[in-house]
């Protein structure tokens, strides 16, 4: 079965509550994505793509490769958290190694960019997007 990387996420972003022009509750466009190191083609990174809040895309993710989810402008803080405690490791392999495996999930903001209600986007500045990276392990056990 699948399991999950990430329980309870908990995103926050401090120029949400230090900057005037955006929203508290909106983190923006950006990306999220999820690596495996050393992954063989057995190993999966998935999200239930009807998960996902609409203009949210995912791409990758199969057969060792990383998964790329990219947020768009209008993505909440809510909607963050929920996408990062929906994404799943799994290996599809009957002839798989078990051991620990480490799994990084990088979740860049996007150069903080929302909408503005109108036809627009405001930015809260900032010459490049930033990021986040969180590691964490899992340990795979065989069964025969």
């Given amino acids: 079965p699948a399991t999950a990387i990430i329980t309870s996420a908990n995103v926050g972003d401090v120029d949400l509550g230090t900057t005037d022009a955006l929203d508290s509750t909106v ?8 690596s495996i ?5 057995s190993e999966q990174l998935t999200i239930d793509a009807s998960s ?3 203009g949210v ?4 993710g199969t057969n060792g490769a990383n998964l790329v989810i990219t947020l768009d402008n209008d993505t909440t803080v809510a909607e963050v958290n929920a996408i990062l405690d ?17 799994i990084t999930t990088t979740l860049s903001d996007g150069n ?6 109108g036809t627009g986007t405001v930015n809260a500045g900032g010459p490049a997007p ?4 969180l590691t964490s392990k899992i340990t795979v056990v065989e069964k025969n």
Avoid: C, H, W
């Fill in 112 to 117: 903080n960019v929302q909408p503005d209600g």
């Fill in 52 to 54: 996902l809040p609409t």
């Fill in 27 to 34: 983190f923006g466009g950006g990306t999220i994505t999820v």
């Fill in 57 to 60: 895309t995912q791409s990758g």
């Fill in 86 to 102: 929906a994404i799943r490791y799994s290996t599809n392999s009957d002839t798989f190694t078990g051991g620990e495996r480490t």
């Fill in 130 to 133: 930033l990021s986040k990276m």
């Fill in 37 to 41: 190191g050393s992954a063989d083609a």
